[in-house]
């Protein structure tokens, strides 16, 4: 079975400074990739998406991730932080989108 | 957009009571989670559903019961609520069939403590 793990719980970062979460992942073949964003008391709203191709995706808001087969790896950027972009980010992993299993999720703290 | 509609944001209720949370989605979508979400935990799938009176269990289905009589509407039900449920649920939808392209699409989650 799949399985997640973003290795840092919290970071924070100044409003301005570029940003990387990580993800790596546990599966045998390549996995559907996904990262959500949950703001506070909001629900999850997917960023971007990789299933196969160019492993640099784009996804909303400015934020990009790359997939490297070789470290299990799908780790999410952003070169330069605003203060809206604190929330808790969520990576996800599965065989197909009907069965997906979720990190336990990065909180990101913006400083001014 | 998809609309994913979870009928309660916040839920206060006593242990050994039934609760039930209600989800809809307006986007005709065969396949409906739910999932609740932990800190330190990310979230978990407790139950889904592929159609209309069809569920599966999910990783952690102990203590909680599902029902879908309509294909819009996805409740969770706790037969018996214990405090050990506190937590936060969620309800995610997505078109049925072989679908890898689509992802789930998340209502805004229930907060639910019991006392």
């Known amino acids: 079975a799949q399985s997640v793990t973003q290795p840092d719980i919290h970071i924070t970062v100044s409003e301005g400074a570029s940003l990387e979460l990580r993800c790596n992942y546990s599966?045998?073949?390549?996995?559907?990739l996904f990262w959500y964003v949950q703001s506070p008391g909001q629900g999850l709203q997917l960023l971007l998406k990789y299933f196969s191709g160019d492993t640099l995706v784009q996804g909303i808001k400015g934020f990009e991730a790359e997939f490297k087969r070789s470290q299990s790896s799908f780790n999410l950027r952003k070169p330069s932080v605003h203060w809206s972009d604190a929330a808790e980010y969520f990576c996800a992993v599965g065989p197909t989108t009907n069965d997906m299993r979720f990190g336990a999720g990065t909180r990101l703290t913006v400083k001014p | 957009d998809v609309k994913v509609t979870q009928s309660s944001r916040y839920l206060v209720k006593r242990t050994g009571e039934k609760v039930f949370l209600e989800c809809v989605q307006d986007?005709?979508?065969?396949?409906m989670f739910w999932y609740r979400q932990d800190p330190g935990l990310g979230l978990r799938l407790i139950y889904f559903s592929y159609d209309v009176k069809m569920k599966e269990k999910g990783d952690i289905p102990e203590g909680y019961s599902v029902s879908r009589e309509k294909k819009e509407r996805f409740s969770l039900i706790l037969e018996s609520a214990s405090t050990n449920q506190t937590s936060m649920y969620l309800c995610?939808?997505?078109?049925?069939?072989?679908?890898?392209?689509?992802?789930?699409?998340f209502g805004d989650g229930t907060r639910l403590s019991i006392l």
């Open positions: 599966y045998g073949a390549t996995p559907y």
């Open positions: 986007m005709d979508h065969e396949n």
């Open positions: 995610a939808s997505i078109p049925g069939g072989y679908s890898p392209n689509q992802p789930q699409h």
